[in-house]
C-alpha cells in the first residue's frame, strides 16, 4: 500500500477529524450573504470600494495598499457584521506585498537619488571648436567685406581691368580740383541746356503776378440795448387744509359740519392713514386714541391731550 493511500484510510478510520478553517474572507463572505446584504451596501457602509470589498473576501490581500491597512479592513469590515475580528486577523499574514512594494521590486531605479547628477547653476557652457571656427570665419569675412567698400580701387587697379568689371574710369568729381577749376566746371555747368531750362522755370519775371491784397473794412461793434425782463406774477401757494390721521390699531372715526351734518362716519382699519380736506369748522371724534396720530395742516394734534378717556372731541376751523 503507497503512502497517499495510507494517509486516505487513516483518514477515512477517523471521523472525528477537523475540517481546514475557512479563510478570513470567507468567513466574512458567508456572514454577508446570511444577513442578506450585498457588496457594493457593505462597500458603502465602509466608505470602500466594491473591488476592495471583492479582494478581502477572495482573500487577495495583496490588492491592497499595505498589509496594516488590509488588516485595518477586515476589523471594520468584522465588526460591521458583529463578529469577533481577533480570530480573523490571526489568520492574516504581516507580510502581505504591496503593491507599491511590488512595483519598487519590478522596477528598481537605475540610480540612487544621491548619487544622481544634476546640472549646476553655475556651470558655464563650453564652446565646441567647430563654433569657435565658424566665429573667426565670420569675423575675417565681414572685415574683408568692410575693407573692400573702403578701398579706392580706382588708385590699384588698371582701367582696363575696371571696365571688364564695370566700374568704369576714375569720375572727375572725385579727383581733387582747385578753385580755378572748379569756378570753369560750374560756368560749364551752367550753360548746358538743362541747367537753362530749370533757370527759366523759376524764374520770378516768368512767374504769374499774384493778385491784390483786399483790405476788409473795419468792424465797427454793434451795441444792442438790452430788453426789459419781465417777471410774470407767481400766485401764492394754495393753503394745506389736510388732516392725516396714521392708525396704528382700528379706530372709530367722526366729522361733522356745525350743523350737525355728517362728512365721515366709519370704522378705520390699522396700518392706513386716512386724509380729509378741512375747508370749514367741524368737529372731530377719534376713538381709541391711544392707537391714532392725527396732524391738521402738518401741524401734530394731542389727541391724548383733550380726553381723559380713549375717546377724543375736538372742534377743528
Known amino acids: 500500500m503507497s503512502e497517499q493511500e495510507l494517509n486516505s484510510s487513516v483518514v477515512l478510520d477517523h471521523p472525528d477529524a477537523q475540517s481546514p ?12 450573504q446570511a444577513e442578506g446584504w450585498s457588496i457594493e451596501q457593505v462597500a458603502a457602509q465602509l466608505k470602500l ?23 485595518g479592513f477586515v476589523r471594520t469590515y468584522a465588526r460591521l457584521l458583529k463578529m469577533d ?30 548619487e544622481t547628477r544634476l546640472p549646476s547653476m553655475h556651470a558655464r557652457g563650453t564652446w565646441s571648436p567647430k563654433w569657435i571656427a565658424g566665429a573667426l570665419l565670420a569675423l575675417v569675412l565681414g572685415g574683408g567685406i568692410w575693407g573692400a567698400q573702403q578701398m579706392n580701387w580706382h588708385a590699384i587697379l588698371p582701367e582696363p581691368l575696371l571696365a571688364a568689371i564695370g566700374m568704369g574710369p576714375t569720375p572727375t568729381a572725385l579727383a581733387p580740383a582747385t578753385d580755378e577749376a572748379q569756378t570753369v566746371a560750374l560756368a560749364e555747368l551752367k550753360e548746358t541746356p538743362l541747367a537753362v531750362a530749370f533757370a527759366d522755370a523759376v524764374r520770378i519775371d516768368a512767374m504769374p503776378p499774384s493778385p491784390p491784397i483786399q483790405v476788409l473794412p473795419e468792424v465797427v461793434p454793434v451795441q444792442v440795448a438790452a430788453a426789459p425782463v419781465q417777471v410774470a406774477a407767481v400766485p401764492p401757494a394754495a393753503v394745506d387744509n389736510r388732516l392725516n390721521l396714521v392708525l ?50 402738518d401741524a401734530p394734534l394731542d389727541l391724548k391731550s383733550v380726553t381723559s378717556t380713549n375717546v377724543a372731541r375736538l372742534n377743528l376751523k
Do not use: C, Y
Open 21 to 32: 478553517v475557512p479563510l478570513p474572507g470567507e468567513q466574512l463572505a458567508a456572514r454577508r
Open 49 to 71: 470600494a466594491p473591488r476592495q470589498i471583492e479582494a478581502i473576501e477572495a482573500g487577495r490581500f495583496d490588492a491592497l495598499p499595505s498589509a496594516i491597512i488590509a488588516r
Open 85 to 114: 475580528p481577533a480570530p480573523l486577523l490571526a489568520t492574516i499574514s504581516a507580510d502581505i506585498p504591496s503593491p507599491i512594494e511590488s512595483m519598487r521590486r519590478q522596477r528598481p531605479l537605475s540610480a540612487p537619488f544621491s
Open 248 to 297: 396704528h390699531q382700528d379706530s372709530w372715526i367722526e366729522i361733522k359740519r356745525q350743523d350737525n351734518s355728517v362728512l365721515v362716519s366709519r370704522v378705520a382699519k390699522a396700518g392706513t392713514t386716512e386724509t380729509f380736506e378741512i375747508t370749514e369748522p367741524v368737529s372731530l371724534v377719534v376713538g381709541n386714541v391711544a392707537g391714532v396720530e392725527a396732524s391738521l395742516r
